[in-house]
C-alpha cells in the first residue's frame, strides 16, 4: 500500500481489472495471476487474444507461465535486482519516455547534495543510525533555492537531479547482474527489458500485476516502489491498458485497507494518532497531518467529517470534536507483534474473526502458543479450525490450559447481505442468498450487538473515560423487520454513513469537494463519499454495462467512480492525447473541461495551461499539467523524500533475512532497518546458513484457500494435501519420488509434505557457478480439521517484518528436506476420512521446543509405522 | 439443434472450475481424496461421479533455459458422439438421444448392467457405486436426497447407475447454458449449436496457425472408427494421445460384421468337419 501511495499518492491498483485488455504488453512479477485471481485473468487472455504480450516472471512455472509468451525464472527474492537492471536498460538506450518523465514525474528534481546514496555508503544511505537500526531522515531531501522553492532542471542534466541519481544507483544493476543473483539468464532478462520499452510510448502501454509475491518480504515494499519507477520511465501510470495492477487475494482486502482494519489507519488513509507524532489534541494532529499542498491540504475536511460521524452531536468545535477520544498509538500495534505480546502475557484477550493463524499464521506455532497465554479468546469463525482448537493440539494439556474460548458462529458471504469493495477499487453490493445456518450471524451483527451492549453497560456512568462509548453514534436499524428481529444492523445505514451526510439536515453529501472541517458534514470516510449520494441511491448495486468499455454505471470505485486513477496522465501536459490509440480523458477546449471515457481524476475544469503557483496552498501550488493531485508537488515520485519511506528513497537490493548467497551488490546483507523479532521461540535460520541450503517460497494455489475450502469436498478432492514442489535433480539426490513424504526444516520448526516432483521447478545457476534449488509450498493448508489438511507452512517462517507496514516475509526463507514424515501419528485422514472422533491430532511438538533448531535430523524417517 | 462443447486447450488455465460447477449443480459426490504426485492432478480420470476432469501435461526439457517448456492442460468431458457406442450397447433403452442430440443416460431406466462402459469408445462412461449416505465422503448425500424426492432427471440417486455428463439437459431445458462452461472464466470451454461452434473452431485453429502455434481440431470433423464428428470437440496443441484421446477411436459395432462374419464362417467350418466325419461314418 506506501508503495503505490508514496510513489503515486493513492494506495491502491492504479488501474482496473477490464482495462488490463487494453493493455500491449503485461508483466506479471510477484503474482500467480491465473492460479490466485482466474477471473480476473480472462483479461489478461483477452489481452493476449488482441495481440498483448504476456511475460511472466516467477520462481516456479506456474498455470501462469503456462499460458504467458514469455517466462523467466527467478530466485525469490531477487526482484529489485531484475527490475532495477530494466531501469538502467531504459535509462543506458536513452528507452525512457522522455516527455512524460520530464512533465509527470520528479526526475528534474535536484536531491540534497547532503544526500548519499548506497553507491556511496556500501549499500547505506545517508542518515542510519546504527544503534537504533533507523534512518534519519535529514537528508534524504531537496536542494531548495532561497524562497524555499525546490530546485529543478528541466533538461534533466543535473548531476544530482534524480534522473541522474537513478542512473548511478542503478549503473551496476546490469543484464550479468541478474543472471549472477536472480539465475535468469541474461538474453531472457535482455529480451523482457527491449519487449518492454518497445511496448510502451506514446502509442503503446505496458500493465504491471503484482500480488504478495512482492509484498511479503522484509523490504516488500521497496519491491513494488521499484515497480513503480519503471512505469513512471516508462510512461504507463494513468494511461489505458498501463499501470500497476495490485491484486488483493481475498474479496474485501481492499476494503479492509480502505475502511481501516489496519491498526494505524483511520477510514479513508487518515492516520491514526500517535504519541511519537506529538498528535494529543487536534490542533496538533492537524498540524502534523496536514499538507500545505496538494490534495491532502483538505485533511482537516475528512478528520472533522470523520469525528462527527463516530460522536454526532457530542463532537463540538469547542471539545475538538472529541479528537481526544481516538486512541493514540504508542508503538507497532500490527498483528503479529501483538501475537508475541500475547505469548509474553501483555495483551490479555483477543478477537480472531475471519482468519486463521493458528495455521496460516507467521511461526503457527508461537500463535497457537501465545493463545495459551491469554485470559480469553474469541473467535467467530464458520468453520472448526486450527486457531480455535489450538487447546487441543498435539502437544497441549488443556488441562493446564486457563484461557477461556469463546467460539461464536459466523455467516458465510452467502448467508448475510454487504458491500465489498474488490480488487479494482469497486464497491459492489451483494444481497443475502440463504438464511444463516443454525445460530450463525453476520460479523456485522456481533459488532451490532457488542456496541449496543457495551452502551446499556455504561449508561448512566458519569465518568469521562466512559464518555467515548455512551457518545458513539450508532443507529443501524434494519429496514427489513425480518432482519430487523434478528438482530441484523443495516449495511446500507452504515455504507451510508461513510458515504457521508449534512449534520443539520441528514441529507447525503455527494462529493468529498462538500465535506467540510466545521461540524457541518459527517463521514465515515471520505474516499467512499459519492457511493450513495442520496438517501434511495447506492451507486455499489449499479449494474448497468452499457455505454463505453469503462462501463461507468457498473459498481462503482472510489475515488469519485474514477477507474483509472491519475488518469489526467493519459493526455500530454497540453491536454491533448498522446496518440489517438491511447486516447482516455483529454482537455475539452471548447468546453472547457476535461472529458473521455472515465471520470477525470483532476478538477473537472482546471485548464491544462493553469500556472502553479509557486507559494500557493492546496491545489494551486499544482499547475494545470500536474496529474498526481494527491501529492505535495503535483508528480510522481522517483525519488520518496523525507523519510515516507522508513527504508530508502529508491529502492536498493537487499537479501532477504534468510538466504542461500551474499549480496552481490552491497556489503550490507539485508534491510538495515527491517522488523526484527529474533528469540527463543521466534529463531531465524543465519543469513546464509548451511543447515538450511535451499530456498524456500510460499504461495496460495487454485483450488484451495483456506479454512473455507478445506471443508468442501469438491475442492479438497482436487487439492487433497499438503504437498512442496521440488526439481527433479533435487529430488534424484534425495531419493524422493513424486508422491512420496517429505520434511521441511527451518530453524522454526519442521512440517511434513507430499512430494510434488516437477521439471516446472527449475535448479538456478547463480554467479561463481552456485547451484540453487527453490522448493515451493502451498499456504493453504492445516493439520487439525477439514477433509484437505496437513502441515502448515507457517511452522516453518519466523516473523520477521518490513519496517514500513510489518508485513512479514513470507516469501523468501532457507530451509532443508530429506524423506519421510516428521513423526509418527496417526495413519492419515487424508487417504481415508475417519469419523471426527477417532481421528487423532496431529503430530508432535515441533523440535525447537525441546532444542532451538537442533529439530532436522533428530526425528529420522522411518518412524512412520 | 445439436448442441456441444468446443473446449479450446489454449485458453485453459487449470483452475478446475469446470469441475467443481459440474460436480455442484449436479451434485455429485468427489471421488475421494487421493494426493497422486501427478502434476496438479488429483482426480486422473472422468469416472461416473466426475463429469469434467481437467488433464496436465507437464512437458519440460531437461536442458537449461526451458525456453520450450510447456504445460498443457485440457478439460475432458463426454465427446456426446454421433454414434454412441454406449446407447448401442445399453440393453434396457436407458441411454438415449435427446432433444439437444446429447447422450442422456435415465438413471431411472438404466439397470446398471455395465455395458456401455466397456463400448465407449473413450473410456467415459463409468458406473456410479453405491455409496453409504452416512459416510464422510458422500456428505452431500442430504442433498442429493432432498433433490430426489423432486427431480429424477438430474440425478443419480443412490448409485449402481452409469453415470457421465448430461450436457446439463436439465439447464439446457430451462435455457441455461451448462455449468461448466458458464463457470469457466478464459472461454476455453465454449457451448452453443454444433455448426456455429465448429466454424468458429476452425477459425480459431486459422488465427492460431498464423500467430505460429501448430494446432488442431479432435472430432469436430469425423474421428474415424466408425463414430463420427463429436459434439464435444477439442482444439489441441500436440497429438491427441497426449491429452490421453484416443487417436484412432472405434466404434464397438462397427467390428460386429467382422465378428459375426467370423463367427458364422467358423460354424460353418465346423458344421463342414462334424458333417464330414459324422458322414465317413
Same mark, same amino acid.
Given at each position: 500500500?506506501?508503495?503505490?501511495?508514496?510513489?503515486?499518492?493513492?494506495?491502491?491498483?492504479?488501474?482496473?481489472?477490464?482495462?488490463?485488455?487494453?493493455?500491449?504488453?503485461?508483466?506479471?512479477?510477484?503474482?500467480?495471476?491465473?492460479?490466485?485471481?482466474?477471473?480476473?485473468?480472462?483479461?489478461?487472455?483477452?489481452?493476449?487474444?488482441?495481440?498483448?504480450?504476456?511475460?511472466?516472471?516467477?520462481?516456479?512455472?506456474?498455470?501462469?507461465?503456462?499460458?504467458?509468451?514469455?517466462?523467466?525464472?527467478?530466485?525469490?527474492?531477487?526482484?529489485?535486482?531484475?527490475?532495477?537492471?530494466?531501469?538502467?536498460?531504459?535509462?543506458?538506450?536513452?528507452?525512457?519516455?522522455?516527455?512524460?518523465?520530464?512533465?509527470?514525474?520528479?526526475?528534474?528534481?535536484?536531491?540534497?547534495?547532503?544526500?548519499?546514496?548506497?553507491?556511496?555508503?556500501?549499500?547505506?544511505?545517508?542518515?542510519?543510525?546504527?544503534?537504533?537500526?533507523?534512518?534519519?531522515?535529514?537528508?534524504?531531501?531537496?536542494?531548495?533555492?532561497?524562497?524555499?522553492?525546490?530546485?529543478?532542471?528541466?533538461?534533466?542534466?543535473?548531476?544530482?537531479?534524480?534522473?541522474?541519481?537513478?542512473?548511478?544507483?542503478?549503473?551496476?544493476?546490469?543484464?550479468? /547482474?541478474?543472471?549472477?543473483?536472480?539465475?535468469?539468464?541474461?538474453?531472457?532478462?535482455?529480451?523482457?527489458?527491449?519487449?518492454?520499452?518497445?511496448?510502451?510510448?506514446?502509442?503503446?502501454?505496458?500493465?504491471?500485476?503484482?500480488?504478495?509475491?512482492?509484498?511479503?518480504? !522484509?523490504?516488500?515494499?521497496?519491491?513494488?516502489?521499484?515497480?513503480?519507477?519503471?512505469?513512471?520511465?516508462?510512461?504507463?501510470?494513468?494511461?489505458?491498458?498501463?499501470?500497476?495492477?495490485?491484486?488483493?487475494?481475498?474479496?474485501?482486502?481492499?476494503?479492509?485497507?480502505?475502511?481501516?482494519?489496519?491498526?494505524?489507519?483511520?477510514?479513508?488513509?487518515?492516520? *491514526?494518532?500517535?504519541?511519537?507524532?506529538?498528535?494529543?489534541?487536534?490542533?496538533?494532529?492537524?498540524?502534523?497531518?496536514?499538507?500545505?499542498?496538494?490534495?491532502?491540504?483538505?485533511?482537516?475536511?475528512?478528520?472533522?467529517?470523520?469525528?462527527?460521524?463516530?460522536?454526532?452531536?457530542?463532537?463540538?468545535? @469547542?471539545?475538538?470534536?472529541?479528537?481526544?477520544?481516538?486512541?493514540?498509538?504508542?508503538?507497532?500495534?500490527?498483528?503479529?507483534?501483538?501475537?508475541?505480546?500475547?505469548?509474553?502475557?501483555?495483551?490479555?484477550?483477543?478477537?480472531?474473526?475471519?482468519?486463521?493463524?493458528?495455521?496460516?499464521?507467521?511461526?503457527?506455532?508461537?500463535?497457537?502458543?501465545?493463545? @495459551?497465554?491469554?485470559?480469553?479468546?474469541?473467535?467467530?469463525?464458520?468453520?472448526?479450525?486450527? !486457531?480455535?482448537?489450538?487447546?487441543?493440539?498435539?502437544?497441549?494439556?488443556?488441562?493446564?490450559?486457563?484461557?477461556?474460548?469463546?467460539?461464536?458462529?459466523?455467516?458465510?458471504?452467502?448467508?448475510?447481505?454487504?458491500?465489498?469493495?474488490?480488487?479494482?477499487?469497486?464497491?459492489?453490493?451483494?444481497?443475502?442468498?440463504?438464511?444463516?445456518?443454525?445460530?450463525?450471524?453476520?460479523?456485522?451483527?456481533?459488532?451490532?450487538?457488542?456496541?449496543?451492549?457495551?452502551?446499556?453497560?455504561?449508561?448512566?456512568?458519569?465518568?469521562?473515560?466512559?464518555?467515548?462509548?455512551?457518545?458513539?453514534?450508532?443507529?443501524?436499524?434494519?429496514?427489513?423487520?425480518?432482519?430487523?428481529?434478528?438482530?441484523?444492523?443495516?449495511?446500507?445505514?452504515?455504507?451510508?454513513?461513510?458515504?457521508?451526510?449534512?449534520?443539520?439536515?441528514?441529507?447525503?453529501?455527494?462529493?468529498?469537494?462538500?465535506?467540510?472541517?466545521?461540524?457541518?458534514?459527517?463521514?465515515?470516510?471520505?474516499?467512499?463519499?459519492?457511493?450513495?449520494?442520496?438517501?434511495?441511491?447506492?451507486?455499489?448495486?449499479?449494474?448497468?454495462?452499457?455505454?463505453?468499455?469503462?462501463?461507468?454505471?457498473?459498481?462503482?470505485?472510489?475515488?469519485?467512480?474514477?477507474?483509472?486513477?491519475?488518469?489526467?496522465?493519459?493526455?500530454?501536459?497540453?491536454?491533448?492525447?498522446?496518440?489517438?490509440?491511447?486516447?482516455?480523458?483529454?482537455?475539452?477546449?471548447?468546453?472547457?473541461?476535461?472529458?473521455?471515457?472515465?471520470?477525470?481524476?483532476?478538477?473537472?475544469?482546471?485548464?491544462?495551461?493553469?500556472?502553479?503557483?509557486?507559494?500557493?496552498?492546496?491545489?494551486?501550488?499544482?499547475?494545470?499539467?500536474?496529474?498526481?493531485?494527491?501529492?505535495?508537488?503535483?508528480?510522481?515520485?522517483?525519488?520518496?523524500?523525507?523519510?515516507?519511506?522508513?527504508?530508502?528513497?529508491?529502492?536498493?537490493?537487499?537479501?532477504?533475512?534468510?538466504?542461500?548467497?551474499?549480496?552481490?551488490?552491497?556489503?550490507?546483507?539485508?534491510?538495515?532497518?527491517?522488523?526484527?523479532?529474533?528469540?527463543?521461540?521466534?529463531?531465524?535460520?543465519?543469513?546464509?546458513?548451511?543447515?538450511?541450503?535451499?530456498?524456500?517460497?510460499?504461495?496460495?494455489?487454485?483450488?484451495?484457500?483456506?479454512?473455507?475450502?478445506?471443508?468442501?469436498?469438491?475442492?479438497?478432492?482436487?487439492?487433497?494435501?499438503?504437498?512442496?514442489?521440488?526439481?527433479?535433480?533435487?529430488?534424484?539426490?534425495?531419493?524422493?519420488?513424486?508422491?512420496?513424504?517429505?520434511?521441511?526444516?527451518?530453524?522454526?520448526?519442521? /512440517?511434513?509434505?507430499?512430494?510434488?516432483?516437477?521439471?516446472? *521447478?527449475?535448479?538456478?545457476?547463480?554467479?561463481?557457478?552456485?547451484?540453487?534449488?527453490?522448493?515451493?509450498?502451498?499456504?493453504?493448508?492445516?493439520? /487439525?480439521?477439514?477433509?484437505?489438511?496437513?502441515?502448515?507452512?507457517?511452522?516453518?517462517?519466523?516473523?520477521?517484518?518490513?519496517?514500513?507496514?510489518?508485513?512479514?516475509?513470507?516469501?523468501?526463507?532457507?530451509?532443508?528436506?530429506?524423506?519421510?514424515?516428521?513423526?509418527?501419528?496417526?495413519?492419515?485422514?487424508?487417504?481415508?476420512?475417519?469419523?471426527?472422533?477417532?481421528?487423532?491430532?496431529?503430530?508432535?511438538?515441533?523440535?525447537?521446543?525441546?532444542?532451538?533448531?537442533?529439530?532436522?535430523?533428530?526425528?529420522?524417517?522411518?518412524?512412520?509405522? | 439443434?445439436?448442441?456441444?462443447?468446443?473446449?479450446?486447450?489454449?485458453?485453459?488455465?487449470?483452475?478446475?472450475?469446470?469441475?467443481?460447477?459440474?460436480?455442484?449443480?449436479?451434485?455429485?459426490?468427489?471421488?475421494?481424496?487421493?494426493?497422486?504426485?501427478?502434476?496438479?492432478?488429483?482426480?486422473?480420470?472422468?469416472?461416473?461421479?466426475?463429469?469434467?476432469?481437467?488433464?496436465?501435461?507437464?512437458?519440460?526439457?531437461?536442458?537449461?533455459?526451458?525456453?520450450?517448456?510447456?504445460?498443457?492442460?485440457?478439460?475432458?468431458?463426454?465427446?456426446?458422439?454421433? &454414434?454412441?457406442?454406449?446407447?448401442?450397447?445399453?440393453?434396457?433403452?436407458?441411454?438415449?438421444?435427446?432433444?439437444?442430440?446429447?447422450?442422456?443416460?435415465?438413471?431411472?431406466?438404466?439397470?446398471?448392467?455395465?455395458?456401455?462402459?466397456?463400448?465407449?469408445?473413450?473410456?467415459?462412461?463409468?458406473?456410479?457405486?453405491?455409496?453409504?449416505?452416512?459416510?464422510?465422503?458422500?456428505?452431500?448425500?442430504?442433498?442429493?436426497?432432498?433433490?430426489?424426492?423432486?427431480?429424477?432427471?438430474?440425478?443419480?440417486?443412490?448409485?449402481?447407475?452409469?453415470?457421465?455428463?448430461?450436457?446439463?439437459?436439465?439447464?439446457?431445458?430451462?435455457?441455461?447454458?451448462?455449468?461448466?462452461?458458464?463457470?469457466?472464466?478464459?472461454?476455453?470451454?465454449?457451448?452453443?449449436?454444433?455448426?456455429?461452434?465448429?466454424?468458429?473452431?476452425?477459425?480459431?485453429?486459422?488465427?492460431?496457425?498464423?500467430?505460429?502455434?501448430?494446432?488442431?481440431?479432435?472430432?469436430?470433423?469425423?474421428?474415424?472408427?466408425?463414430?463420427?464428428?463429436? &459434439?464435444?470437440?477439442?482444439?489441441?496443441?500436440?497429438?491427441?494421445?497426449?491429452?490421453?484421446?484416443?487417436?484412432?477411436?472405434?466404434?464397438?459395432?462397427?467390428?460386429?460384421?467382422?465378428?459375426?462374419?467370423?463367427?458364422?464362417?467358423?460354424?460353418?467350418?465346423?458344421?463342414?468337419?462334424?458333417?464330414?466325419?459324422?458322414? &465317413?461314418?
Amino acid at each position: 500500500m506506501p508503495g503505490l501511495g508514496t510513489s503515486f499518492g493513492r494506495g491502491g491498483a492504479t488501474v482496473w481489472l477490464p482495462d488490463l485488455a487494453n493493455a500491449d504488453c503485461i508483466l506479471i512479477e510477484g503474482s500467480n495471476f491465473a492460479e490466485a485471481h482466474p477471473v480476473g485473468f480472462r483479461f489478461v487472455m483477452e489481452a493476449k487474444e488482441r495481440g498483448a504480450t504476456i511475460i511472466h516472471v516467477d520462481p516456479r512455472f506456474t498455470r501462469t507461465s503456462a499460458v504467458a509468451d514469455i517466462y523467466a525464472p527467478i530466485r525469490s527474492g531477487s526482484d529489485i535486482v531484475f527490475l532495477g537492471a530494466i531501469i538502467n536498460y531504459l535509462l543506458t538506450n536513452e528507452n525512457y519516455f522522455k516527455e512524460y518523465v520530464a512533465a509527470y514525474t520528479n526526475a528534474p528534481f535536484i536531491v540534497s547534495a547532503d544526500f548519499k546514496d548506497t553507491e556511496d555508503l556500501g549499500g547505506m544511505f545517508s542518515g542510519y543510525d546504527a544503534d537504533g537500526l533507523v534512518y534519519d531522515f535529514g537528508t534524504w531531501t531537496w536542494e531548495r533555492d532561497e524562497k524555499g522553492h525546490i530546485k529543478t532542471d528541466p533538461t534533466m542534466q543535473h548531476e544530482r537531479c534524480v534522473l541522474n541519481l537513478l542512473r548511478r544507483h542503478y549503473g551496476r544493476y546490469t543484464a550479468e /547482474m541478474v543472471e549472477a543473483v536472480c539465475g535468469t539468464p541474461r538474453e531472457l532478462f535482455t529480451q523482457i527489458a527491449q519487449t518492454l520499452a518497445k511496448n510502451s510510448g506514446r502509442d503503446r502501454t505496458t500493465a504491471f500485476a503484482y500480488a504478495v509475491g512482492w509484498t511479503q518480504h !522484509t523490504n516488500g515494499v521497496q519491491f513494488i516502489r521499484t515497480a513503480a519507477i519503471l512505469q513512471l520511465l516508462l510512461g504507463n501510470i494513468g494511461r489505458p491498458g498501463g499501470g500497476i495492477m495490485a491484486l488483493r487475494g481475498h474479496a474485501d482486502i481492499q476494503g479492509a485497507t480502505d475502511i481501516a482494519t489496519l491498526y494505524d489507519s483511520l477510514p479513508g488513509y487518515l492516520a *491514526m494518532p500517535s504519541v511519537n507524532r506529538d498528535e494529543q489534541t487536534l490542533a496538533a494532529y492537524l498540524k502534523s497531518q496536514t499538507k500545505k499542498t496538494g490534495w491532502w491540504a483538505n485533511t482537516p475536511k475528512y478528520v472533522v467529517s470523520i469525528l462527527k460521524a463516530f460522536y454526532g452531536d457530542a463532537a463540538t468545535k @469547542e471539545n475538538d470534536y472529541c479528537f481526544e477520544y481516538l486512541p493514540q498509538l504508542i508503538g507497532d500495534h500490527s498483528q503479529l507483534v501483538t501475537t508475541i505480546a500475547m505469548k509474553d502475557g501483555v495483551v490479555k484477550g483477543y478477537f480472531c474473526i475471519g482468519q486463521n493463524p493458528g495455521a496460516s499464521g507467521q511461526n503457527a506455532e508461537m500463535t497457537r502458543a501465545a493463545l @495459551e497465554s491469554l485470559e480469553w479468546f474469541v473467535n467467530i469463525d464458520s468453520y472448526d479450525n486450527e !486457531t480455535v482448537s489450538f487447546w487441543r493440539r498435539e502437544g497441549a494439556d488443556p488441562s493446564k490450559i486457563a484461557t477461556e474460548v469463546f467460539f461464536l458462529p459466523a455467516a458465510t458471504v452467502l448467508e448475510k447481505e454487504g458491500t465489498m469493495t474488490q480488487t479494482s477499487r469497486m464497491l459492489q453490493a451483494h444481497d443475502k442468498a440463504v438464511e444463516p445456518a443454525g445460530e450463525s450471524k453476520s460479523d456485522a451483527w456481533y459488532f451490532n450487538w457488542f456496541a449496543k451492549r457495551l452502551k446499556e453497560l455504561y449508561a448512566g456512568s458519569t465518568d469521562p473515560k466512559d464518555r467515548p462509548i455512551l457518545d458513539m453514534t450508532w443507529s443501524y436499524e434494519h429496514d427489513d423487520p425480518h432482519e430487523r428481529e434478528r438482530g441484523e444492523p443495516s449495511t446500507l445505514k452504515v455504507l451510508q454513513e461513510i458515504n457521508g451526510y449534512y449534520t443539520a439536515t441528514g441529507e447525503q453529501v455527494v462529493s468529498f469537494a462538500d465535506l467540510k472541517d466545521d461540524g457541518s458534514t459527517a463521514s465515515g470516510g471520505w474516499i467512499y463519499t459519492g457511493v450513495c449520494p442520496d438517501k434511495h441511491t447506492n451507486h455499489a448495486r449499479s449494474r448497468d454495462a452499457s455505454g463505453p468499455y469503462t462501463a461507468l454505471n457498473w459498481g462503482w470505485a472510489w475515488p469519485a467512480n474514477r477507474r483509472t486513477l491519475y488518469n489526467r496522465a493519459s493526455a500530454d501536459p497540453a491536454g491533448n492525447p498522446w496518440s489517438e490509440r491511447k486516447k482516455y480523458v483529454w482537455w475539452d477546449a471548447e468546453a472547457k473541461k476535461w472529458t473521455g471515457v472515465d471520470v477525470p481524476d483532476f478538477p473537472a475544469t482546471k485548464a491544462p495551461d493553469t500556472p502553479a503557483n509557486p507559494d500557493g496552498l492546496g491545489m494551486d501550488f499544482h499547475s494545470g499539467a500536474d496529474p498526481f493531485i494527491m501529492m505535495l508537488d503535483g508528480v510522481g515520485q522517483i525519488f520518496v523524500p523525507g523519510g515516507a519511506l522508513k527504508d530508502a528513497p529508491i529502492p536498493a537490493h537487499y537479501e532477504p533475512q534468510q538466504s542461500v548467497v551474499e549480496n552481490a551488490l552491497y556489503k550490507q546483507q539485508s534491510s538495515p532497518v527491517f522488523g526484527r523479532y529474533e528469540r527463543d521461540d521466534n529463531p531465524y535460520n543465519k543469513p546464509i546458513d548451511e543447515n538450511y541450503p535451499h530456498v524456500l517460497t510460499t504461495y496460495r494455489i487454485t483450488e484451495m484457500s483456506g479454512i473455507m475450502t478445506r471443508y468442501v469436498p469438491w475442492l479438497a478432492e482436487l487439492q487433497p494435501s499438503a504437498f512442496c514442489e521440488i526439481d527433479p535433480e533435487l529430488a534424484v539426490s534425495k531419493g524422493i519420488k513424486s508422491g512420496d513424504w517429505v520434511t521441511l526444516s527451518t530453524a522454526v520448526g519442521e /512440517m511434513e509434505a507430499r512430494a510434488l516432483v516437477s521439471g516446472r *521447478m527449475r535448479p538456478l545457476r547463480l554467479g561463481k557457478g552456485k547451484r540453487v534449488h527453490q522448493i515451493g509450498v502451498p499456504y493453504n493448508y492445516g493439520s /487439525m480439521v477439514a477433509l484437505a489438511r496437513g502441515d502448515s507452512v507457517g511452522q516453518l517462517i519466523p516473523i520477521s517484518l518490513d519496517p514500513n507496514v510489518s508485513i512479514h516475509e513470507s516469501k523468501t526463507l532457507t530451509c532443508n528436506i530429506r524423506p519421510g514424515r516428521r513423526a509418527a501419528y496417526h495413519e492419515d485422514a487424508i487417504d481415508e476420512p475417519v469419523p471426527a472422533r477417532e481421528r487423532s491430532s496431529f503430530g508432535q511438538p515441533l523440535g525447537r521446543w525441546a532444542s532451538a533448531g537442533s529439530g532436522a535430523g533428530q526425528r529420522q524417517e522411518g518412524e512412520k509405522k | 439443434m445439436a448442441t456441444g462443447f468446443f473446449t479450446d486447450t489454449t485458453l485453459c488455465i487449470g483452475c478446475k472450475a469446470c469441475e467443481v460447477a459440474c460436480k455442484q449443480w449436479n451434485e455429485l459426490p468427489s471421488d475421494g481424496f487421493k494426493f497422486t504426485g501427478d502434476s496438479y492432478d488429483n482426480t486422473s480420470e472422468l469416472s461416473g461421479t466426475t463429469w469434467r476432469h481437467v488433464a496436465f501435461i507437464e512437458q519440460m526439457s531437461v536442458d537449461d533455459g526451458g525456453l520450450h517448456d510447456r504445460w498443457l492442460m485440457s478439460s475432458d468431458v463426454c465427446k456426446h458422439c454421433t &454414434n454412441a457406442g454406449c446407447m448401442e450397447a445399453c440393453p434396457t433403452g436407458a441411454i438415449i438421444r435427446n432433444e439437444f442430440e446429447s447422450v442422456f443416460i435415465q438413471p431411472d431406466v438404466c439397470n446398471g448392467c455395465g455395458y456401455c462402459v466397456t463400448s465407449c469408445p473413450f473410456g467415459v462412461v463409468d458406473l456410479i457405486e453405491k455409496f453409504d449416505p452416512g459416510g464422510v465422503r458422500y456428505n452431500l448425500a442430504s442433498l442429493v436426497e432432498a433433490r430426489r424426492e423432486e427431480d429424477k432427471t438430474a440425478l443419480q440417486g443412490h448409485g449402481g447407475v452409469a453415470g457421465k455428463c448430461t450436457l446439463c439437459y436439465d439447464r439446457q431445458k430451462i435455457g441455461f447454458e451448462p455449468a461448466c462452461a458458464k463457470a469457466c472464466p478464459t472461454q476455453s470451454i465454449q457451448f452453443g449449436d454444433v455448426d456455429v461452434l465448429r466454424d468458429r473452431a476452425r477459425k480459431r485453429v486459422e488465427t492460431l496457425t498464423a500467430r505460429g502455434v501448430s494446432a488442431e481440431l479432435y472430432g469436430a470433423d469425423d474421428v474415424g472408427g466408425g463414430v463420427g464428428p463429436l &459434439n464435444a470437440f477439442f482444439l489441441l496443441t500436440d497429438r491427441p494421445e497426449t491429452y490421453n484421446l484416443p487417436a484412432q477411436p472405434v466404434l464397438p459395432s462397427t467390428r460386429q460384421p467382422a465378428g459375426y462374419s467370423s463367427a458364422a464362417i467358423a460354424a460353418l467350418g465346423l458344421a463342414i468337419a462334424g458333417w464330414m466325419i459324422f458322414h &465317413n461314418e
